[in-house]
């Protein structure tokens, strides 16, 4: 007689990270009723987070949508592509994978001293909406989190003379809407979710190796401010995007 193996709980966030990405989600009408979510999976933590997140919203019977785990291999040397599976495997996510040669097109673009990351996210988000388009995806879910959004308010305050803030929803000529479902997360709850866990999210091969970017920068000075203001992260996503939180 054959025993079924015994398989362990996934690893779903925490009641608090839950509740930030529905309120997300409530409120800037991120999903609708019958969207076909493409969720956008790198193999870091945040991507990783997303999926079992929406995926946890979607077994609600208050919400009618589908998800699907969308990854661009885009031949980048040193990309840990047996880690990536087996956490794939691990977490129970299901995952279409799309090659194109990104990396090459990247290097022969770049200019001296130019770091890779915004010609690189660029390439990256145009064949993902372009999949998403031509496959019948309404929407495209990213991982950017409360972090990167704070940063990317600052960088272009600082360096694009501008107040942007990144947005949780997106829409595209296309059709396929860019949606950011935990633009309310802090970074230090997914950090902490990947230890709880002991998880090994495979981190981008590429970007470790420009350790001079503004953005990096931009961290180093916002951990200043914390210091001044311990609840600065959350002062910030108040007068972004709105407090009741």
Known sequence: MSVAPVLAPIPYPSASVSRLIEKAVRDFGLIEPGDRIAVGISGGKDSLLLYLAL?????????????????LDQRQPGFDRKAFDANLEALGIECLVIEEDTHSVVQENLKP???????????RRGILNKYCDENGFTKLALGHHLDDAVETFFLNLLFQRRLDPLKALTPSERGVSTIRPLILVEERKIVAWVAQHGLAP???PICDEYPESKRRDLKTLLTQFEKIQPEFRESVRAALYGGGI
């Open 113 to 123: 001293g130019q770091i890779p990351c915004s010609i690189c996210g660029r390439l």
């Open 55 to 71: 995926d946890q919203l979607r077994q609600r019977s208050d919400f009618d949508f589908e998800i699907t785990g969308l990854h």
């Open 202 to 204: 495979v981190a981008c």
